[in-house]
């Protein structure tokens, strides 16, 4: 069973690789939450997963509070991730580590791989070039054609690009993020909305309605981006940090 979270698509795509690569199916955790879905039971010698983007250098809040509400009969015997980011992890694994250890399980394998940027919500973040994206995917598929038979293999191993300052980033950088770079109010709507009602239905969280025909934020929110980059006319801005800087989502 492998549960999953991915905002503008590239962890769907990493996840659902896996899962046809193991003949496993795919959970998705803001569904599961929204449901209350947090009991399951693995089938003998199944596999548990967890596929998710990096957020500020560490697993998205949401799937460690996910990780800390579930409850499994019996303790995962073969339990890996996968996670996707820009550019780099930070201490991912020791947190995505901890997390687990907390519940009385161990980790058995992870790995990380870049995808196309998603984050601009900040001045000085921007979207890689096409050719750029096109080149991360092109080595994420690669990376993967080695890495699913090792998961199938129930190997153990870690293959993740950690990066520079780690222990800042994930440990001082990122609390700082969730608590104040998570803020939607930031999210406004230009003239330019035809009202199609897109970013209501992409929003993982169900955190958007329209309001006569004009998107509004609810204050749940996980920047995951999706609503920005998925508006058919560039509507959506974040304050003025995504001026002009264009959209992505996998496709
Ligand atoms: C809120 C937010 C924070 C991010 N933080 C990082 C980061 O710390 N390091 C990194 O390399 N990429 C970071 N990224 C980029 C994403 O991890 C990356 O683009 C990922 O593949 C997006 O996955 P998705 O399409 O499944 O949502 C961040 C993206 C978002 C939206
Ligand atoms: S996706 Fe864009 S155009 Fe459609 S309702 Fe939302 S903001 Fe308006
Ligand atoms: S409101 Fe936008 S950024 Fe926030 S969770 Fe929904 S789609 Fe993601």
Request: aromatic letters at 12%; hydrophobic letters at 35%.
């Amino acid at each position: 069973m492998i549960f999953y979270f991915s905002g503008c698509g590239n962890s769907k795509h990493v996840a659902e690789t896996i899962a046809a690569g193991l003949n496993d199916t795919l959970v998705f955790i803001p569904e599961a939450a929204r449901e209350g879905r947090y009991e399951y039971t693995l089938a003998e010698g199944e596999r548990l997963g967890f596929v998710f983007p990096v957020y500020s250098w560490a697993p998205p809040k949401l799937v460690l509070d996910f990780i800390g509400k579930m409850q499994l009969a019996a303790k995962p015997t073969y339990l890996f991730f996968a996670c996707t980011m820009g550019d780099e992890c930070g201490l991912t694994e020791k947190i995505f580590r901890k997390a687990v250890e907390q519940k009385g399980w161990s980790l058995s394998a992870c790995f990380s791989v870049q995808m196309p940027e998603t984050y601009i919500g900040m001045p000085g973040f921007k979207l890689d070039t096409d050719e750029n994206a096109k080149r991360k995917i092109e080595a994420t598929d690669k990376a993967m054609r080695g890495c699913i038979p090792r998961l199938q293999k129930k190997e153990s191993f870690s293959k993740m690009i950690v990066g520079s300052l780690a222990w800042l980033k994930s440990h001082v950088v990122n609390p700082g993020f969730n608590r104040f770079a998570t803020d939607d109010s930031k999210y406004h709507v230009t003239e330019a909305c035809i009202h199609c009602g897109k970013c209501v239905n992409v929003c993982p969280l169900q955190n958007i309605t329209l309001e006569n025909g004009k998107p509004t934020w609810h204050g749940n929110c996980t920047i995951c981006m999706a609503c920005y980059h998925h508006c058919p006319v560039n509507a959506i801005q974040y304050g003025k940090a995504t001026k002009g800087k264009g959209q992505y989502f996998f496709s």
